[in-house]
């Protein structure tokens, strides 16, 4: 199939000995499918993709594939196949998701394996997609809130910090890019106005008037790509991003006005939102209380005005109610 190759035949295109290779981990993803377009749709990159994917086969894979990318199977548990996949890249964006899996020490694991591929490979320019260990600020034994799986605060956030070392300790050329809350969660993570029972449609975060640093997904991908042009000067430096510091409040009163219907905020509290019961909420509650509990400390990395710095193209949330806030679920009533 055109555009798409194993792993044993990674150098075959001659576009790619004119340009540098970007290997981007988790192409098919929201974060690192980002990147791979924002390449692809410059027609002045000096760039290539490398798009890594575990099923190079799949629907979103063959269109990468069509787009211009080079499609590789690779396995972020398979130090080998790693290794062979970036080899002759310049550069790889590195991302782990662990909603996949819910399981810290696979992120751990992930991570402590793309490090030791990447410093095989001698790559140049490593941009890994982390979060703050927020055991910096929350100390395990601190009842603040509660500890989570016997060592962890907010464990999809402390698995990432925590695996900085990994790329820090083998002298792997790393940006560490700090990302912030997906708006694209008022899509797909159920995060969206909620039907009280009188009707009346409501987000409810635990942040109570804190602000919650948000960002369209795909911006991260175009962010990342400001990065690797930027080239080694950002490298050891830790980059946030954001399109938009928000209020609960003031985030729905923007979709009130965009999308033409009622919206209010219920400020839940943490203890609450972990009591909900879903997959990760213990999770999601202890995130949320930690970014309204130290919010001037997550908010200051993630400035804007840098963020549309590396991308020109940033999104504020009023851009994005407007482009994707048809897809947000509404109760059919309040379509009407």
Request: hydrophobic share 40%; proline share 6%; glycine share 12%.
């Amino acid at each position: 199939m055109s555009g798409i190759s194993g792993i044993g035949s990674l150098e075959n295109s001659s576009n790619m000995e004119e340009k540098k290779i970007i290997a981007v981990v988790g192409a098919t993803g929201a974060q690192g499918g980002g990147l791979v377009r924002a390449i692809l749709s410059d027609p002045n990159t000096g760039f290539v993709v490398r798009a890594l994917t575990r099923n190079p086969e799949s629907e979103k894979a063959n269109e990468l594939a069509a787009q211009g990318a080079e499609v590789v199977a690779a396995d972020m548990e398979d130090p080998k196949s790693l290794k062979r996949v970036f080899a002759g890249a310049y550069g790889v964006f590195g991302v782990t998701n662990y909603w996949e899996h819910f399981t810290p020490e696979k992120e751990l694991q992930q991570a402590s394996n793309m490090a030791k591929a990447a410093k095989g490979a001698g790559v140049q320019h490593f941009v890994w997609s982390t979060l703050e260990d927020t055991r910096r600020w929350v100390p395990l034994e601190s009842d603040l809130m509660p500890t989570l799986m016997g060592k962890y605060k907010v464990p999809h956030f402390d698995a990432k910090g925590e695996s900085d070392h990994f790329f820090r300790d083998l002298g792997v050329p790393t940006t560490f890019l700090l990302t912030s809350f997906y708006w694209d969660n008022l899509i797909h993570f159920g995060m969206g106005p909620q039907a009280g029972p009188d009707g009346s449609l409501a987000i409810a975060f635990p942040m109570d008037d804190a602000k919650l640093p948000g960002i369209a997904s795909e911006d991260i991908g175009r962010c990342a790509y400001g990065i690797f042009k930027e080239g080694p000067a950002t490298i050891g430096q830790t980059l946030g991003i954001s399109g938009g510091h928000l209020s609960g409040k003031e985030m729905a009163d923007t979709m009130s006005r965009v999308l033409g219907v009622p919206i209010g905020f219920h400020p839940i509290t943490p203890e609450a939102y972990r009591a909900l019961g879903f997959p990760g909420a213990d999770d999601l509650g202890n995130m949320f209380q930690f970014k309204r509990d130290f919010n001037a400390e997550f908010c200051a990395p993630r400035n804007v005005d840098a963020s549309r710095t590396l991308n020109p193209e940033l999104k504020s949330f009023e851009n994005w109610l407007s482009a994707h806030g048809s897809r947000i679920p509404l109760p059919v009533s309040a379509r009407n």
